[in-house]
């Protein structure tokens, strides 16, 4: 099994055994932080999360820029070292005064920004820890299969820990995570060490990939923009994303605690069921026809989905109808990305899967903002049900504007399978 010949090497088992602890905890207090953010500000809670996932879009590319001038091995430390700190500062406050949103609101962004830091150092030193390119293959399989399961299992245990358990619980063990996984990669720091930089040559180099990064957008938005089955998939991506996220980021929570009573462990057990059909999109994924037709007909089921939702008459449905639009959101995802990798050159192929992300990101971050709006007029059953018809709409549309180009796109994308 891959897992047990990637652990088979000490030091990606400690590094594996970390970052494990830490994506749970992670995981455990983005939980109770969703839920304490609709609880005391409603559609409110949109604008935060919409501002963090904009923090991370501004600053990824800077994250990446000091993860290769510094010590990644230093950096690494204590970059888990700076967010237990700021967890443990936020554990302590909550316990002396209670919940401050000010407060609350600060540490989420500097943990995001620290987030932006410590993920590109992490994948940058992968290969070096790996050592080959087949354990580095497997060695990024352990890790991504390992955050899956974490967003899977977390939202039914988080669901039931929030009724017995405070708050500041979540956050405490969050902060024990980054505490650990900070351990860990200290007990690893030797191979985590940076080639030696050049300090002389630094200011032209920073010059160099400022331009080569205005470049390469560039690049990618020509070569997506001459692809007009691709491209249009762009748009809808991010405009169903735009939807997605104020239905489900926050309009779930917000549906829960009204239709349900504040049934935190319901809540976590549809988010629970949602993460599971991540992973089973991830099989579906493999098909190797009529990926356009998949695409498409995945967001039909994605919007669908939360129609049910709001139409559900028990927990039950309600957990049913989110497992079903999860394998259809994501499956869409993986389908756009196989299409990006049968379309276009392989030279080409890291800036226009950076362009997906990005436009991806965009339309979370313009989501959950604008929830704030849209909730404050609507109520959260009629929200995500308006949600779910745009889904489905451009869904729907798609499958009519581009039937003709399916033929010619799928004899393609078979002659390079």
């Known amino acids: 099994m891959i897992f047990v010949r990637t652990l088979k090497k000490p030091v990606l088992a400690l590094l594996w055994s970390g970052q494990t602890l830490s994506a749970f905890g992670s995981q455990f207090s983005g939980m109770a932080l969703l839920w304490l953010t609709t609880q005391k500000l409603g559609g409110v809670a949109g604008f935060i999360f919409g501002i963090t996932t904009l923090v991370a879009l501004l600053f990824g590319p800077l994250g990446g820029i000091i993860a290769d001038r510094v010590d990644r091995g230093k950096l690494l430390i204590w970059t888990d070292i700076a967010r237990a700190l700021l967890l443990g500062i936020l554990v302590i406050m909550t316990v002396l005064t209670g919940v401050q949103i000010g407060l609350l ?14 993920d590109p150092a992490l994948t940058a030193s992968l290969p070096m820890l790996a050592g080959d390119t087949k354990t580095l293959y497997e060695t990024n399989w352990v890790m991504e299969t390992t955050k899956r399961l974490a967003r899977t299992i977390c939202p039914a245990i988080s669901g039931v820990i929030l009724a017995v358990l405070p708050f500041f619980a979540f ?22 060490l940076s080639p030696p930089q050049v300090h002389e040559e630094q200011p032209p180099k920073k010059q160099a990939f400022f331009l080569d990064l205005w470049r390469d957008i560039a690049t990618g938005y020509t070569l997506a923009r001459k692809n007009t089955v691709f491209f249009w998939s762009l748009i809808v991506l991010g405009i169903t994303n735009i939807a997605w996220s104020a239905a489900y980021m926050i309009g779930l929570p917000l549906w829960v605690q009204h239709t349900f009573h504040e049934n935190a462990a319901l809540w976590g057990m549809i988010a629970s069921a949602y993460g ?10 493999v098909l190797k026809k009529r990926l356009l037709l998949l695409m498409y007909l995945g967001k039909i089921l994605q919007g669908a989905s ?13 957990v049913g109808s989110m497992f079903l639009g999860a394998i259809g959101g ?15 050159p392989s030279e080409h192929l ?24 849209l909730y404050a007029h609507l109520s959260p059953a009629a ?16 499958l009519f504007l581009l039937a003709p180009r399916f033929q010619e796109r799928e004899i393609q994308a078979a002659s390079v399978l």
């Open 105 to 118: 609101v600060c540490v989420v962004l500097a943990i995001e920004l620290l987030g932006t830091i410590f």
């Open 171 to 192: 956050f405490s063990l969050d902060a024990l995570s980054f505490v650990v996984s900070a351990g860990s990669l200290l007990l690893i720091w030797k191979r985590l």
């Open 276 to 285: 599971l059909g991540n992973i089973c999109s991830v099989f579906l994924g």
């Open 306 to 318: 939360f129609l049910l939702l709001v139409l559900a008459g028990t927990g039950y449905m309600a």
């Open 330 to 344: 994501s499956l869409a995802e993986l389908i756009l990305v196989m299409l990006l990798q049968t379309q276009f």
């Open 350 to 373: 890291g800036k226009l899967y950076s362009l997906q992300r990005t436009i991806s990101n965009v339309g979370i971050s313009l989501g959950s903002m604008g929830a704030s709006l």
């Open 383 to 398: 929200g995500i049900a308006l949600c779910g018809v745009v889904i489905m709409l451009f869904g729907g549309s798609s």
